[in-house]
Every structure is written in structure tokens, then in C-alpha cells.
């Protein structure tokens, strides 16, 4: 505590006030030091946790492969839900939207990634089949690309509209894979009318 007077100070006094304010400074560096370490410590925590995820979902391959053809999905915002998946189904017809695999570098199975509805479809079911044989469709950049020739066991995504809706349906799915990262996918349907049996052509 500084001691103030109307008069001139004494020496003692004088000396005290120094004292006093040297202990002020040491305390306020003190505190500015500690709270620089603790920031130091979140960035670092921050930066781990961003560079475990990314080698995460390196090393464990989980792959979205989509139908080939006229359905083949526009990728994006998986995680942060920007940009739909866009596809095509014909009134009341099941329609594939694709599969999800997740394997190792020897094309060995990590078992199967979990896949849940999120977000119902408003004209329609959305059917989840797990243990289907289908093909990956890693890219050719991933070392997994050679798993692309056989077919491994995965998980894939069934839509069925409603038989008399006709136009856009949407729903949500999760797959969250062995690591525990979470991939959230929006998926916005177009549904159109079968096409129309020619005169003299044998049934589907």
C-alpha cells in the first residue's frame, strides 16, 4: 500500500512506495507470462487435434463410393454441410445412392463404418444395408486405389419415393468411421416419373 502525505515524504516512506511498486510489476509480469504459456497450450491442443483427424482419416481409407451414370454424386460439405448431394430416382423405384467402405492399405476391411438417418426424407424411406458387396471408389492419388478392383463388404444407402411424388426430396445421413470422425452428408433428390414402356417391349 502506498503511504501519501501533504508534506514531503521520509526516506522510509519513499522506500516503501518503491518497494510496493517493484512487487506491483513483478505481479503483473507474472500474470502476463502465465496467460502467454496458456494460450501457447490451446493453439498447440488446437493444432494436434487438427493434424490427428486429417492422418486419421488417411490411414483408415473410409471412402464414399457413388453409383456410376447419370446419378453419380456432386461431393462437398461433408463436414460443414455446404454443398448437397445431388441425385436422380424414379417415382416408387429403389434407387442406390451408393456405398461406404472403409479399409486398410492392403485392401483388408476395418470393419464397417456406421451410417445412420439423420434427417428423414419428407416423400420417401431411406433404407440402410450393411455388409454389401460392392466396388471402392478410392481415388487413384490414394494408396488404396488398387482396392478398387474387388469388391469389399460396406455399407450402402437405398432410396424409395413415395409411388406419387414427383419432384425434390432431401434427408441427412452420418457415417461415423472406425476413428470416431463424423462425416455428415445432405443428400437433395430429384424424383421423376418412370419412363414409359415402348409398344412391344418385354417388361423390366
Request: with cysteine.
Amino acid at each position: 500500500m502506498i503511504s501519501i502525505f501533504r508534506g514531503k515524504l521520509s526516506p522510509t516512506t519513499r522506500f516503501r512506495n518503491k518497494v510496493d511498486r517493484q512487487k506491483t510489476l513483478r505481479i503483473r509480469s507474472a500474470e502476463f507470462t502465465r496467460n502467454r504459456a496458456m494460450q501457447k497450450n490451446i493453439n498447440a491442443s488446437y493444432i494436434a487435434g487438427a493434424i490427428l483427424s486429417m492422418l486419421s482419416a488417411m490411414l483408415i481409407g473410409c471412402v464414399y463410393a457413388p453409383q456410376n451414370g447419370r446419378n453419380a454424386p456432386v461431393m462437398g460439405g461433408a463436414r460443414s454441410g455446404s454443398t448437397p448431394i445431388q441425385r436422380t430416382a424414379f417415382s416408387g423405384i429403389p434407387q442406390s445412392l451408393g456405398y461406404f467402405h472403409q479399409l486398410n492399405a492392403d485392401c483388408s476391411s476395418l470393419g464397417l463404418p456406421i451410417v445412420m438417418v439423420t434427417q428423414a426424407a419428407s416423400h420417401g424411406s431411406v433404407l440402410i444395408q450393411n455388409d454389401v458387396e460392392s466396388y471402392p471408389n478410392y481415388p487413384v492419388t490414394n494408396q488404396r486405389y488398387e482396392c478398387n478392383k474387388k469388391k469389399t463388404a460396406g455399407v450402402g444407402v437405398v432410396y424409395t419415393s413415395e409411388k406419387i411424388f414427383v419432384g425434390t426430396d432431401r434427408f441427412s445421413l452420418k457415417r461415423v468411421s472406425e476413428s470416431g470422425d463424423a462425416l455428415t452428408l445432405e443428400y437433395v433428390v430429384t424424383v421423376e416419373q418412370p419412363p414409359k414402356a415402348q409398344p412391344g417391349a418385354a417388361p423390366p
